[in-house]
């Protein structure tokens, strides 16, 4: 079985805890309060790590997104409550050491990102506008707390609605990237695609500058190098 992707939402009350066990996992504020390992965390923030890990809930409680690799599920704690957004077996994994990258990609109203292919699988989630996403021969609108996944190898569009709009991300990709866009061009989608790209996407990396190493936990996992395209 390949190593799963899950994202889950998490909802404390005034002063709860939840305890997590060591996994690859990026937290993401959606809004509140919360203290990880010790560091609070305002709305729009993030932590990440691969350790044993505490989440406690400020004054006002908190929403977090939380992104993990192959983690054993949380147990129940008091004034808390998780649901599993969406789970993903990691099927198109890079044949390299690899890394786990948390973004947030942005749009402008109507921005669009042209055809393109991703060197990892990974699962996004929206946090403000919609968006729609072509893949896979299917096109699916998300509106807030929408999420899905990317396979890497299979090429995407995606058309922002009209108003800014942005989501968060979590891929595993080949270390190699540190630093790095993990985007290839779709060059023959392109050239069929009726679209063009929009100026303006932003993408801000969350974790840059202490990026989290998962190769170990990919060690006992078969994986096959995948074809790819030209790079951009």
Not at 1 to 17: K, Q
Not at 87 to 96: I, R, S
Request: with cysteine; charged share 20%; hydrophobic share 40%.
């Amino acid at each position: 079985m390949p190593p799963v992707l899950a994202l889950y939402e998490d909802v404390l009350s005034d002063g709860a805890a939840l305890a997590l066990a060591a996994a690859a996992r990026m937290i993401f504020l959606v809004h509140g309060g919360v203290t990880v390992v010790g560091r609070a965390l305002h709305d729009g923030e993030t932590w990440h790590g691969e350790g044993a890990a505490a989440l406690v809930a400020g004054s006002t409680g908190a929403t977090c997104w939380r992104f993990e690799l192959d983690a054993p599920p949380a147990g129940a704690a008091p004034g808390v409550t998780s649901r599993e957004k969406l789970a993903a077996p990691l099927a198109t994994l890079p044949a390299d050491e690899l890394l786990l990258r948390g973004d947030s990609v942005a749009f402008p109203p109507g921005g669009s990102a042209y055809p393109h292919r991703h060197q990892g699988p990974g699962i996004r989630c929206l946090i403000e506008g919609g968006i729609r996403i072509d893949t896979a021969g299917r096109s699916t609108s998300y509106g807030p707390g929408g999420a899905w996944y990317e396979s890497g190898p299979e090429p995407v569009f995606a058309q922002a609605a009209d108003r800014p709009s942005r989501f968060i991300r979590v891929m595993i990709l080949p270390r190699a990237l540190i630093g790095k866009s993990s985007a290839r061009a779709a060059i023959h989608d392109f050239r069929r695609h009726p679209h063009r790209p929009t100026a303006g996407v932003e993408v801000r990396n969350f974790t840059r500058e202490n990026l989290v190493r998962v190769d170990t936990l990919f060690r006992s996992f078969p994986r096959k190098r995948e074809s790819r395209g030209r790079s951009l």
